[in-house]
């Protein structure tokens, strides 16, 4: 059976899920694409030989030889496009989040129950090679009980002031990756959160009334400590590390980086800039998540990344948000 | 002009002061040796031809050809041996902490202020060439303004109960290091104080009242954050490292290893443990601070770790302990 | 224009080559593929939706819509194909090496200059991202003059002796590489070969007449000496190092890893063992050929890796080979 | 016991060994110290209580109350004063090389010999702490079989040409502890050299007469190939590395650091320079070797580094020097 996909949004995240459907991704095959913006969808369409193109989303959702649908168009539209793909009979991968907001989250995830579809959310970084061998420590007790978990998550730089002001704020933007992969990693839930942070990078993000810099720890069911170190800007590059450390011993992942080379000079020693654009850092966990989605539904393989490892996450963001503005810890309990 | 210095205490400590200051920290003498068990205090001055030796520190205050102390004694002593040593019109150098309890501490300061003697804390991971590394690149901001600093400070195991249940606690007892390197490394204060903390390594720990693995978050006059993540049993080894982050670039340390060999085998690619104790892991630094403690007296320069440098740290411990027990942010002027 | 390009031989390396051909590179196609064995054609033609499919390559030199082709078959018929190539107008992809023959070399050589056609020889490691990045180094001087470079080329195991037998030797067979690299990499010519080998990891290897184990340290042209390490059998793995040092400092790369995971035991600080196979440690550097290949022919541009790049390195081998057995530095003119 | 020890020569290397006699060596005093310019040996006699001062090494071999020696005087005396002291009765230690004269060599290490005294030769470099872990690799089988060691030995600097010119050539001069290294880390001796040499680094050195770039190539009769890369000037400062490849792994050293920080920047991610100077990379191998020596004599164990340890490297210097002057492998039969 060749699984047909048809991908939602022909942006820089649907771009690159259509290209390794369409050429890297055994037993599938793009049947449609769909985009508002009708020649971008046209421009991947032709490049890839997608044979229906269209600017609107439901001409796929309408078609019967489209099995799955992949959601990578704007956030504010993940939840009514899961919902309507749901009632169509679509299995369905949604980039995160699913929203900000929770009762609209937990109205798509009730559709997609109702309609006994599969959804899975596009948390990549949770099929990155580093990742993957710091849950395996952890999930084998390689380094024992956990005891604390460090992840540090930098970007190289912020986002425009225009893009900060509707990004949901750096704790649903950004941190929520992180949040992901605190859950991913412990194999356990957040109980409480405290959260430090300010503006340390540009002003500008403050008067957006969002932060640049933040810190955040919390206490997991499990007994671990978990710690997120988010900057909207490093200036050596992105910077995505984790530090696990147990009663067997520790784990501890470094960047990713375009060569290997180590250069000597009467200045110093030193190497390259880590990979910096998060598209080259994470190139092989977009290809795997995508993978695990197709072979989730053809061969009916539980979904890696479920509709509740969407919710959860937004949770944790809303949590850490609280703590910020009330300057004290707050349970997830209080969100709901 | 030689310096002829009167050790008190001849125990682990106290023999690293003194054949310190009688083979290798040019311009200095030990004069005398001081220790409530005579025999150990007899061995050291044997191997380093100390010429006075006895039970009774107070022999050596009374000498006026001693121009200076070294105290090394149990840490109940400090606070009144300094007391002592400065109405004595002796230079002090005295080993951490100086008193659990901010009262005795006032007034030690108060007598060494009133006698114009000097007092230098023994501090001295500050004089580590790693620490003194980082601080360099904060200081001369080579890495820009500083927003975080994590301080990672492991020991290989815990010590045994009974010292645990005269330790001070965690806080006190190992914290209290890391709070002087975060004023150290960052040049600031910190002004509110959160921990998490727990039994994790002996639950023997937890029933002698203390707890064994403990997270610090605060927040510094400066603005920067810094965390602290103390464990008191690191199965690899003793760990020690920091990491400083700035809006211009960051500076990592790492652990001191006895060899840089790197072994590759059909198993893994592996090196040997770092440094196990710290005794070996700070050589370098007991030197340098004793040496620069003969510095500021023969030379009259400024002395390196203050007594102010040396109350702080238990302040800030003491904030530490409130938070864990009162699981919510402490301010720092809450404590005095 | 859409380059559509004819593939010979569809073993493993026909496979990557058609693979990336078809799936990862822009401006091309693969019109027709060819094997001996016809199902394996047939099994890659599926796969990729290959129109022409069959068993006799000269279907494909025949077939006017055919550019270009890419020869992977066995070594001993890359020199006829090349020739009857040429001859039929088709620009050439070769894997190396061209022959073991110089005078079936030079012969292919001539066809292919008389043809006026594009001949590029499959030395992928020099598209390598390490390697690169050692060559840029050396190019714009930023480790000045060249002095020396060492070349460090260790295999996780030795191929069946069966094949030992028909390999031409490790200098043909393994050192080749190694031989381009040296040339890449200085930007010279080897004037002066020097060779230590025996059989260290398997007698049988010996006994088949060949060894295992190779030093070779050569004299170039630009005043540099280049030594060359090999072993047949690395048991942690595939290990492919360089290490240059000039005047104004030094360049070293590392091999490359699954992940960048540094776990801390009670045993020991140690990492996952490095990539082991050669497909996935130069994944990248076969695309990376290949593209340029393509962008070589459509856009007319230089081709990167030419004939006389495929024949100097038989050369080397064979010059090696007989300081080996002569025991004595060898001149390549005395090799021809 | 306290073996009572003359020091002969108080230059740099003089002060180290008197240094670490005298503070951090138990077992031992420095009862005399000697050199012919009166002034160094009375500065050092000064700063380190030591009771007796001359111009005339002949009065310390006079000195019944002398044990041992320690000759540290310049190169072309040696000989002649193992052979003196050696008759007074004096344990020897000896700065290395004995002498660049083979006949010379080996009249010195009869009078030894029929003197009956212990004879250690100051090869310090098997007592730092990464030679000896890669030597317990081998020794042990850590890494199985030996198949190759690398011996990279570059200074910082080279020496003025007016030392250049007395100091028997690069292969005697430095190469030399590089001789001595592949035997201390094989335990086994070279049966053929071959060598690569040239003026790299300043045509003054070869004016001359002598090369400053020099690679050597060596079979050991335990199979083994063993290289040697020297160079007198690597702008990055000290590099002295070693790997050593085998039938079951490989073991490598890094160089020392001042400190073990990582900074990254916008530019780069750099550590410090290594350290540059080999007093101080060497620091603790010259306080382990002394240590060795006392332990020796005052225990009767076996000297750690003997005459013939001194000799052997001697006969490699001269063998590829010849390998060198005449551009073929020569076997270390052939220099006696």
Known sequence: M?????????????????????????????????????????????????????ADYREILRDPAIQAVAICSATDTHSQIIIEAAQAGKHIFCEKPIDF?????????????????????????????????????????????????????????????????????????????????????TGSDAVEVYTVAGVKVDPAIGEAGDVDTAFVVMQFANGATVTIDNSRKAVYGYDQRVEAFGSAGAIATDNLYPNAAIISTAESIRRDLPLN????????????????????VTQNKPIPVSGQDGRVPVVMGLAARKSHLEKRPVKLSEIG
């Open 101 to 185: 907001n929770l009762d609209r989250i937990d109205q798509a995830l009730a559709a997609v129950e109702k309609a006994g579809v599969k959804l899975q959310i596009g948390f990549n970084r949770r099929f990155d090679a580093n990742y993957a061998r710091v849950r395996q420590a952890i999930a084998s007790h390689e380094i024992g009980e956990l005891h604390i978990l460090h992840i540090i998550s930098r970007d190289p730089g912020p986002p425009p002031v225009s893009y900060i002001k509707v990004s949901g704020g750096i704790f649903l933007d950004m941190s929520i990756h992180d949040f992901d992969m605190a859950r991913f990693l």
């Open 277 to 296: 654009f998060f598209m080259d850092r994470y190139t092989q966990s977009y290809e795997a998540e995508i993978r695990a989605f197709v072979e989730a």
């Open 2 to 54: 060749t699984l047909n996909i048809g991908v939602i949004g022909a942006g820089r995240i649907g771009k690159v899920h259509a290209e390794n459907l369409a050429t890297r991704v055994p037993g599938t095959a793009v049947g449609a694409i769909a985009d508002v913006v009708l020649g971008s969808a046209q421009e991947v369409a032709a490049r890839l030989h997608i044979p229906k193109v269209t």
